[in-house]
T-cell receptor, first 113, second 116 residues
Framework: GNSVTQMEGPVTLSEEAFLTINCTYTATGYPSLFWYVQYPGEGLQLLLKATKADDKGSNKGFEATYRKETTSFHLEKGSVQVSDSAVYFCALYSGGGADGLTFGKGTHLIIQP | EAGVVQSPRYKIIEKKQPVAFWCNPISGHNTLYWYRQNLGQGPELLIRYENEEAVDDSQLPKDRFSAERLKGVDSTLKIQPAELGDSAVYLC??????????????FGPGTRLTVL
């Protein structure tokens, strides 16, 4: 079946540091890949997505590249801000018989000023 | 444009009591999902609707959980009777349709259920 593995948190960084949150997946076929973010007290929001190999999704300074050869979709940002503190979820959608998104467990990111 | 609306935001009940959650998806979205998110975990799909038809409820514990989506718009998820292990956040999401290779889903804020 499908599965998503992402690095466990919490991840604590100083403001303006470089961020990487690792995500690898197992899926049938050619899934679409997503990063969702959950700010404190709010619902899940789509951060970025990529639908085919070598695509790069980007939004709000975050980037992730769909790497089929390593089955990875790592999230990166060059300079984090305190406002980026949240829980980040990597997810995939493979269609076919699996109709919902398959999520990782989430990574809690804490940015200190 | 309004997002996915859920109510209530919080619910505390005693075990063996019934509880219901309501969801109003984004206008025009045909596909509606219910997920359960346990503490420290990612959301897990419970049921998916295409309009008013439940097309994937394989993960829904049918002995105590039920759901409906009358008229293909609003949806209600019910638990009867609730057990301690049902404490979780129940998320509703909607998408425009099941576009192959994309399936961007929009999530509501969730209902946090605590069973005592």
């Amino acid at each position: 079946g499908n599965s998503v593995t992402q690095m466990e948190g919490p991840v604590t960084l100083s403001e303006e540091a470089f961020l990487t949150i690792n995500c690898t997946y197992t899926a049938t076929g050619y899934p679409s890949l997503f990063w969702y973010v959950q700010y404190p007290g709010e619902g899940l929001q789509l951060l970025l997505k990529a639908t085919k190999a070598d695509d790069k999704g980007s939004n709000k300074g975050f980037e992730a590249t769909y790497r089929k050869e390593t089955t990875s979709f790592h999230l990166e940002k060059g300079s984090v801000q305190v406002s980026d503190s949240a829980v980040y979820f990597c997810a995939l959608y493979s269609g076919g018989g699996a109709d919902g998104l398959t999520f990782g467990k989430g990574t809690h990111l804490i940015i200190q000023p | 444009e309004a997002g996915v609306v859920q109510s209530p935001r919080y619910k505390i009940i005693e075990k063996k009591q019934p509880v219901a959650f309501w969801c109003n998806p984004i206008s025009g979205h045909n596909t509606l999902y219910w997920y359960r998110q346990n503490l420290g975990q990612g959301p897990e799909l419970l049921i998916r609707y295409e309009n008013e038809e439940a097309v994937d409820d394989s993960q829904l514990p049918k002995d105590r959980f039920s759901a409906e989506r009358l008229k293909g718009v609003d949806s209600t998820l019910k638990i009867q009777p609730a057990e301690l292990g049902d404490s979780a956040v129940y998320l509703c999401a909607s998408s425009l349709d099941r576009v192959a290779g994309a399936n961007e889903q929009f999530f509501g804020p969730g209902t946090r259920l605590t069973v005592l």
